[in-house]
């Protein structure tokens, strides 16, 4: 057990190696000086220097790769040309209100999909499961900001149940900041329910079609316990697999949502270095939620173990 | 309940691929509900899009300072460029500029239209390359697919909006940056075909007969991995489509004047309380579109490749 999880961790580093050379190649393969581009437009020749000397930019490339990366290795990410900051302190910032949304995204979608998908794999090919499937469908095709516009339209201008726009940190009370927070999780549920749903519905069809689950019902189990504990544990595996991978899809409607509801989170922060061509924060946010996609990533294999019994490294 | 429940999903291995083996493949395809429900609403939209000059539409980048924040259906006069005052209704309105939405949308059609198509086949032909190479000639294998794997942990739209920010937005620095984050997928998938395929005895024979390499791979391996390309490739257009509209919408995409859904949506954000329909008419026109393609590679999914649709 603690030798696969060893072996798991080990196994990151090389994916985490290529994201670093990718981020570090982004910048040297942009025409014109990386030491300019980093320093910004505003900045003056002296400042241009200096950055020139720190990243070592005189040097051949690999060993200007060598400095970077043992830069970041230390969780040096370089100063914000914007901001005036470190970058790995602006993350810091900006790391609540887009930890929060996400988590409770993830929650409401849980909440929502799983249900769904195990009653539309028990009632395969009626009314709801269609039903259901063509939802997904729509839901993979209506972009994020669609449905933000239109739930702030008809939620917040026309019924005034909920804020239109803006965050409030969870220092100024759980209620308050919930308020804030419930349409944009809504907003960006909607994906991920309908990618949840789907693969719910697949795995515990499948499940359904297992041999123990006629045991259980001849046993004379009600059916909800055949589904919720039989059929539903039996799906756990892939259910949780596809939690994992959505985090790349979340992180993309992450930046989307908190552009619609102006949310000072580490998706605006990326819109506006994008916007300012602030390139060390750019890179760091890249960096930043390559790490955690990889780690949550690494978590969805080892609760394998916990979901599954039969399976032990 | 319990009883009859068994049955059902006993059968549901036939039923969910329900292949006859007199069909042909493109038999198939056409009595598919979703090919025919998504194809016909892709050919009216190509059609709009080809036809956008005659469909009452005018110049999407004219504005007339006099014509600004009209509601839809509201007549207004417009000053063209040889100083000629036009009369012209605005169907859809006007935005803060004084440009007829209309004619952004229609023309919008053609850039959505075009990045989704023009991204599906870089990212395919990118995709066949890698992974014929990385699953033939074993290695390379293990490099092209760590870089895959690295490529593969960066959120797509991440990806995306960097290369964008990198190379200054144009149409084809957006195309580029959209295709690239798309190519490990394809890669994969032609990869894992090309090692299953490799195996048959007609590759063997092949080889024995001393084909070349290159002759193997593209002469008798690409031809048997078509059939989940194509479906790979519609899914790709429809995201193409999707996070172009993204970026344009975040303002780091295409420039503002070109007109695209996602610059007709920034541009209607700022005004949205008083004009919601700047925001939602090509909001509308996004996710029919999207939705139709999404369709229409459900259908291909489950005609052409009844072994992927029997996962999913």
Redesign the interface.
Same mark, same amino acid.
């Given at each position: 057990m603690y030798q696969f999880i060893a072996r798991r961790l080990l196994s990151t580093i090389p994916v985490l190696a290529i994201v670093a050379v990718l981020v570090f190649m982004l910048l040297r393969l942009t025409p014109g000086d990386p030491a300019a581009i980093l320093a910004g437009d505003a900045a003056s020749t002296e400042q241009i220097e200096g950055i020139r000397k720190t990243l070592g930019l005189d040097q051949p490339l690999p060993v200007q790769f060598g400095i970077w990366l043992g830069q970041m290795l230390q969780g040096d990410l370089g100063e914000s040309y914007y901001y005036k900051v470190r970058v790995t302190e602006l993350i810091g910032q900006r790391l609540e209100p887009t930890l929060s949304l996400a988590a409770l995204t993830i929650v409401i979608a849980i909440l929502v999909a799983v249900p769904l998908g195990v009653v539309a794999a028990w009632r395969f090919g009626g009314w709801f499961d269609r039903a259901l499937m063509g939802f997904s469908v729509f839901g993979f095709s209506v972009p994020v900001f669609v449905v933000g516009y239109l739930l702030v339209w008809l939620v917040s201008l026309k019924l005034g149940w909920f804020p239109v726009q803006g965050y409030k940190p969870m220092d100024d009370g759980f209620g308050p900041f919930l308020y804030h927070l419930v349409l944009p999780s809504i907003t960006l549920s909607v994906i991920y329910i309908a990618l949840l749903a789907r693969v719910t519905r697949a795995s515990v069809l499948e499940a359904l079609g297992e041999d123990y689950i006629r045991t259980a019902r001849a046993k004379g189990l009600t059916e909800s316990r055949v589904l919720i504990s039989h059929a539903l544990a039996n799906a756990a595996v892939p259910i949780v697999t596809i939690i994992g991978i959505g985090i790349a899809l979340l992180i993309g409607g992450v930046v989307v949502t908190e552009s619609v509801y102006a949310i000072p989170g580490l998706g605006r922060l990326t819109v506006d270095a994008v916007l300012s061509r602030d390139f060390p924060t750019i890179q760091g946010v890249i960096l930043f939620f390559s790490l955690v996609y990889v780690v949550v990533n690494l978590l969805v294999d080892l609760s394998y173990v916990i979901l599954d019994p039969r399976i032990r490294y | &309940?319990?009883a009859t429940?068994?049955t059902?999903?006993?059968e %549901?291995?036939v039923e969910a691929a329900d292949i006859r083996p007199h069909e042909t493949t493109w038999q198939r395809v056409k009595k598919s509900g979703s090919v025919r429900l998504g194809g016909a609403a892709l050919a009216v939209l190509l059609l709009i899009a080809a036809a956008a000059p005659w469909l009452g539409t005018v110049d999407p980048t004219m504005f007339d300072a006099g014509s600004r924040d009209l509601v839809p259906g509201k007549a207004g006069e417009m000053m063209t460029l040889d100083g000629d005052l036009l009369r012209h209704t605005f169907w859809f309105g006007s935005d803060s500029l004084g440009r007829d939405i209309y004619s952004r949308v229609i023309y919008g059609t053609r850039v959505s239209l075009f990045v989704g198509v023009v991204v599906a086949l870089l990212s395919l032909v990118g995709g066949i390359l890698l992974g014929l190479v990385a699953g033939y000639i074993r290695w390379l294998d293990g490099v092209i697919m760590?870089?895959m794997?690295? @490529? &593969?942990? =960066? #959120?797509? /739209? $991440? /990806?995306a =909006?960097?290369?964008?920010?990198?190379?200054r937005p144009s149409l084809s620095t957006v195309i580029i940056a959209i295709a690239i984050p798309e190519i490990p997928r394809v890669t994969r998938l032609v990869r894992s075909l090309v090692l299953t395929i490799r195996e048959e005895p007609y590759v063997e024979a092949a080889i024995s007969l001393g084909s070349s390499t290159p002759k193997i791979m593209f002469g008798h391996i690409l031809p048997n991995t078509i059939a989940p390309l194509v479906v790979q490739g519609t899914f790709i257009c429809?995201a193409a489509i $999707?996070i172009e509209? /993204?970026l344009s !919408?975040?303002?780091?995409g295409l420039p503002p004047e070109i007109p695209t859904w996602g610059n007709i949506?920034a541009e209607g954000?700022i005004a !949205? +309380?008083e004009y #919601?329909h700047t925001? !939602?008419i090509p909001? =509308?026109f %996004?996710?029919v579109t999207? $939705?139709a393609? +999404? @369709?229409l590679g459900?259908g291909l999914r489950d005609t052409l490749d009844p072994k992927m649709a029997k996962? /999913?």
């Open positions: - | &309940m319990a429940g068994d059902r999903y006993e %549901l291995s760590r870089v794997d690295g @490529i &593969m942990a =960066i #959120p797509a /739209i $991440l /990806i =909006i960097a290369l964008v920010a990198m190379w429809a $999707l509209a /993204i !919408f975040l303002g780091v949506m954000r !949205f +309380n #919601p925001v !939602f909001g =509308i %996004l996710t999207v $939705l393609v +999404n @369709i459900d996962r /999913i």
